[in-house]
């Protein structure tokens, strides 16, 4: 089966498969080709080029993209997209002056959503998520990282992880899976983190590899929720399993989970919305990629992760969604990649490459995901006509996205 896109208006990422992820000044440069082509091999991308040497060869399907941009489909390494129910009476409590950690502390946030996972059945939750899962899809996204962490329990864990599992089975979009058993301390750990520590580590942990449904392991390291001493007992009992950490930090105080997580080989972390300089030097040279996700700045109020100071610092940056029913209730990309313009000051380019190339190696996939390069998945987004890429970001709140192809396939 191939398929030909001709007439390419600029085809955005160009690059070959040495590039696994870009920082500092690089992340500036965004390559691309103007009035190009691009052929698809069933689910590979077999060549591109510009027009001029378009091959002359019979092919299954033509597109035509004349006025068109076309780029990789988005990248999205942190999200929560398995949940049940909603959180909208909090969303209203929000308006009228709690905050997220006052909101919590009466009872709801995580643990609002837990008690409604754990009154689901798994096929419930499979049908809701599923939806969620084919709207970002529709949206953009070709490869997307998905948390447990709502079902705080073992039966609860394991459930939104075999719908997880489900999920990869039947869609055609890259899943990876991350087990976040240390999201919340559950009600009846209340006065005994120790033991729920204990139990993520002895019961659960072993019955998630057993059945083989994580690739990572991730913990909310938090004030209030687990110290950077739980954190980095659950990364190493983590390891023993040949699970690799992302972990949630710095989403509102600093308290050295950057600095450990990078210790322990960490593939990402993630929120960093409060960055001290201490912890912008613990990431220097690392292989750790550092994760923004201004989605959930933009819905709680809170700050958003100081990008410009990060990257004249010469770090990377990826960009996710955190798509959750508490703090981010949106798995919209093409929203990330504007808000990161207009509220972080990142540039286009910076942006796009966050949200492809470096998301794709924030979940282990920058092999196969997150560029035009020849022998990549042919995960593609055709625009609508528009002047430039740059329109991305600029018309935010438009759906700019005609055509969305996943593994070769238009969905
Ligand atoms: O990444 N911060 C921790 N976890 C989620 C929010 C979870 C929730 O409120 O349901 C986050 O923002
Ligand atoms: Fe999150």
Redesign the pocket.
């Known amino acids: 089966m191939l398929l030909l896109i001709k007439n390419i208006q600029e085809l955005i990422q160009v690059r070959s498969m040495e590039v696994s992820f870009l920082k500092g000044d690089k992340m500036k440069e965004l390559p691309t080709l103007k009035n190009a082509f691009l052929l698809i091999e069933n689910e590979i991308i077999k060549d591109f080029g510009v027009m001029s040497q378009c091959p002359n060869i019979n092919v299954n399907q033509t597109i035509d993209a004349t006025n068109k941009t076309v780029l990789p489909t988005w990248c999205d390494a942190?999200t929560?997209l398995v949940?049940a129910g909603n959180?909208v009476q909090e969303f209203v409590d929000k308006i009228n002056g709690l905050s997220?950690e006052e909101i919590?502390n009466r009872g709801g946030?995580?643990l609002n959503?837990s008690k409604k996972l754990n009154e689901s059945s798994e096929e419930q939750l499979y049908q809701e998520s599923k939806k969620r899962l084919e709207e970002i899809m529709k949206l953009g996204t070709g490869a997307v990282e998905i948390k447990s962490?709502?079902g705080l329990c073992t039966d609860g864990e394991l459930k939104m992880l075999r719908v997880i599992k489900k999920l990869k089975e039947n869609y055609p979009i890259a899943i990876k899976s991350t087990f976040l058993g240390a999201?919340a301390l559950p009600f009846e750990f209340k006065n005994n983190k120790d033991a729920y520590i204990n139990l993520i580590i002895d019961e659960i942990l072993p019955k998630v590899t057993d059945e083989n449904l994580a690739d990572f392991i991730d913990v909310?390291c938090?004030t209030g929720y687990f110290t950077v001493e739980d954190t980095v007992k659950i990364m190493e009992a983590g390891a023993q399993y040949g699970l690799i950490p992302k972990i949630?930090v710095n989403?509102f105080t600093s308290i050295g989970g950057i600095e450990a997580s990078v210790h322990h080989k960490a593939l990402s972390v993630?929120?960093l919305e409060e960055m001290t300089d201490n912890d912008i030097e613990a990431l220097k040279n690392a292989s750790t990629m550092p994760i923004a996700?201004p989605s959930?700045s933009y819905y709680l109020g809170i700050p958003y992760t100081p990008a410009r100071k990060m990257l004249n610092a010469g770090l990377p940056l990826a960009l996710a969604s955190?798509y959750?029913?508490?703090?981010?209730p949106s798995g919209n990309m093409n929203f990330v990649v504007s808000t990161a313009c207009i509220k972080m000051k990142m540039t286009p380019e910076e942006a796009i490459n966050a949200a492809t190339i470096n998301g794709a190696y924030a979940m282990g996939l920058e092999k196969t995901h997150g560029s035009i390069t020849i022998g990549k998945k042919a995960n593609i987004i055709i625009t609508k006509e528009i002047p430039s890429y740059v329109y991305l970001p600029y018309a935010f709140g438009s759906n700019n996205i005609d055509m969305v192809i996943i593994n070769g396939k238009v969905i």
């Open positions: 942190h929560h949940y959180r997220y919590a946030g995580i959503s962490g709502y999201h909310f938090e949630h989403q993630d929120h996700l959930c955190d959750n029913p508490g703090s981010t």
